[in-house]
């Protein structure tokens, strides 16, 4: 579970506050004592400890925010195979088959949007695609149920696949999640 960033920076400041005594007792002992080595070597590992924590701490702030548009990209694509389903389900049942010339490769690309991995460094980017995937979608709703005319409407509804279908491609979200 990820810390909140109220947790992250007061973890942030305990460790920076640690460091800071230990420094102080360093400074207060002799080189010669026999405490000095001992004080020295907590402290630089204190110091170790607190740049390894800062290294992390962006993506650590950051995960809160990836993980919300995970679900928000996840639950956009799959609630849209679920639109294409029904739209397909609704043509075969009231209009004519040649619909499906249209509504099958929407299905299918809907399909392929559900492995999309979403990255701590494209989250944002992927986010946007899934709420074009959305206009997208009305408008494949709009076309596919007559109300509005065909061949214009058809033709955006290709050029808005192509350029989702391009934005997705760009963004490396096929590999490992960060």
């Known amino acids: 579970m990820a810390a909140t960033e109220r947790d992250l920076h007061e973890q942030h ?3 920076t506050s640690d ?4 420094h102080a007792r360093v400074k207060e002992l002799d080189f010669d004592d026999a405490e000095f080595d001992g004080q020295y070597t907590a402290m630089v590992q204190g110091a170790e400890e607190l740049l390894a924590f800062e290294q992390t701490l962006p993506t650590r702030l950051a995960e809160p925010q990836r993980l919300r548009s995970a679900k928000i990209v996840r639950w956009s694509w799959r609630g849209q195979t679920a639109v294409a389903i029904a739209l ?12 499906l010339l249209l509504l099958i490769p929407h299905l299918l690309a809907t399909l392929l949007g559900w492995s999309i991995k979403v990255t701590l460094q ?3 980017q992927q986010r946007g695609i899934a709420f074009a995937l959305h206009a997208l979608c009305v408008l494949v709703i709009l076309v596919a149920l007559g109300v509005l005319s065909a061949w214009w409407w058809i033709i955006a509804v290709l050029i808005g696949w192509a350029l989702i279908g391009g934005a997705s491609a760009d963004a490396p979200q096929q590999g490992a999640k960060k």
Request: aromatic share 10%.
């Open 13 to 15: 400041r305990a460790m």
């Open 19 to 22: 460091l800071a005594a230990r």
């Open 88 to 99: 397909i389900t609704v043509v075969v049942l009231d209009r004519t088959a040649w619909w």
């Open 122 to 124: 494209q989250h944002k």
